[in-house]
């Protein structure tokens, strides 16, 4: 009886261990897989994602509305960086994408890049860019104008300033 317990004390270790170790592996895949060009799709079926956030975030449809036709006419670009390594990020990317959607932003007009821990991404691209803190919302304009609309997590009021700008 003493051999059973020490056999089923020893099985029990490795049963947690093996699970600690094989949920590490896959978290750190889905970490490798939002570095870089993403879509909102990459972000929305991550395990980062919040759907409580995003569900019960309130748009101020009144405000958007009135940009909605300077949307669809202007040609610009959003540019958004973010890293699931960033508590900010976890809490107002899903803000942001509703925002985006509720705009009907189309996907040429939104590029979606995840930075790692270090807040870089493999092309470089950011560098372009004045990143000072995640998230980082941007628009970026036909003639190459960088319009931060980060300065604030008021999100609604930003993209509206940041269209008007245009």
């Known amino acids: 009886m003493e051999k059973f317990f020490k056999y089923s004390f020893l099985f029990f270790i490795f049963a947690v261990v093996s699970v600690q ?3 590490g592996c896959a978290s750190a895949n889905s970490k490798e897989k939002l570095i870089g060009k993403i879509s909102i799709n990459d ?8 759907e ?3 569900q019960n975030f309130s748009i101020d449809s009144s405000k958007l509305d009135i940009i ?3 949307v669809k006419q202007k040609k610009f670009k959003f540019i958004l960086f973010a890293s699931i390594y960033c ?36 092309s470089g691209f ?14 970026l304009t ?13 999100w609604e009021n ?3 300033k940041g269209i008007q700008q245009i």
């Open 21 to 23: 170790f094989f949920s």
């Open 43 to 50: 972000w929305k079926n991550s395990s980062v994602w919040n």
């Open 52 to 54: 409580y956030i995003y």
């Open 68 to 70: 909605r036709p300077l």
């Open 87 to 122: 508590d900010d990020c976890l809490e107002q990317v899903p803000k942001i994408i509703k925002i985006l959607e509720f705009l009907k932003i189309p996907a040429e007009k939104f590029d979606f890049f995840g930075l790692d821990e270090y807040s870089t991404e493999p």
């Open 126 to 139: 950011y560098k372009n860019f004045p990143i000072n803190s995640t998230p980082a919302l941007f628009i």
């Open 142 to 154: 036909n003639q190459n104008t960088i319009i931060n609309c980060s300065s604030s997590y008021k």
């Open 158 to 160: 930003e993209i509206i």
